[in-house]
């Protein structure tokens, strides 16, 4: 079965570059979550998206910014990167918006330096 | 406040034998749904097992069930026969916070060691 698929699985910047990251749903899923993980933490909620707008929004830092496309793909943009954005950034998507599970993605292994 | 709490940092259990994994979670929706997922060292972030709160039967699937008590906010998770696959950390996550919407609400994790 299709699952989540996210680009970069892997991505090392300096600090103040930017990164995008790429998140490809599931078939029929139209709605995505991006979460960050940080070493030893649990996974934080940064945003989502329904039917290519923006449904909640998480503790995600201003120097963020995402978006979902005609084909329901999503981008995460981080700009200005410091340090403390190195962490595995997980994309979700799940089949309509509500209370049901979400499929993770793999994540992309961001490493600031 | 953490929404969800899990309050075994580490647990140990020997191939073959049982465990059982602590959740505890705040809300004041009456709809809500929890969920324990899985996150072996790959990373991976794999759903173990889903409950609807306005279902009063514990959810099973094969080895792995819940114990869920409503009124004690309290929702663990059993797993039997124990098998080296299953060391990974173990996260229990509540959608039941109308503040972040449809978003997973994530405990802290317990990371869980199989010996043979």
């Known amino acids: 079965a299709a699952g989540v698929i996210q680009s970069p699985r892997h991505l090392i910047k300096e600090k103040r570059e930017t990164a995008t990251l790429k998140c490809y749903p599931i078939p029929r899923h139209d709605t995505v979550y991006w979460y960050q993980q940080g070493p030893g933490q649990d996974p934080q909620f940064l945003i989502s998206?329904?039917?290519?707008?923006?449904?909640d929004k998480g503790s995600i830092p201003d120097r963020f910014s995402a978006q979902q496309f005609s084909d329901y793909h999503s981008e995460l943009n981080m700009s200005s990167l410091e340090l403390g954005d190195s962490a595995l950034y997980f994309c979700?998507?799940?089949?309509?918006?509500?209370?049901?599970?979400?499929?993770f993605g793999q994540g992309t292994r961001l490493t600031v330096v | 406040a953490q929404t969800v709490t899990q309050s075994q940092p580490e647990m140990s259990v020997q191939e073959a034998e049982t465990v059982t994994l602590s959740c505890t979670y705040d809300?004041?929706?009456?709809?809500?749904?929890l969920f324990w997922y899985k996150q072996p060292p790959s990373r991976q972030m794999i759903l173990v097992i889903r409950?609807?709160?306005?279902?009063?039967q514990n959810a099973t699937e094969n080895r792995f069930s819940v114990n869920f008590q409503k009124a004690a906010k309290s929702f663990s998770l059993k797993i039997s026969d124990s098998q080296l696959g299953d060391a990974a950390m173990y996260f229990c996550a509540c959608i039941c916070n109308s503040n972040s919407g449809y978003a997973l609400n994530f405990g802290k994790g317990t990371s869980l060691l199989v010996t043979p």
């Open positions: 409950q609807e709160a306005y279902k009063q």
């Open positions: 979700a998507s799940s089949p309509k918006t509500g209370r049901t599970e979400a499929f």
């Open positions: 998206f329904y039917e290519k707008m923006q449904s």
């Open positions: 809300t004041s929706e009456s709809d809500y749904y």
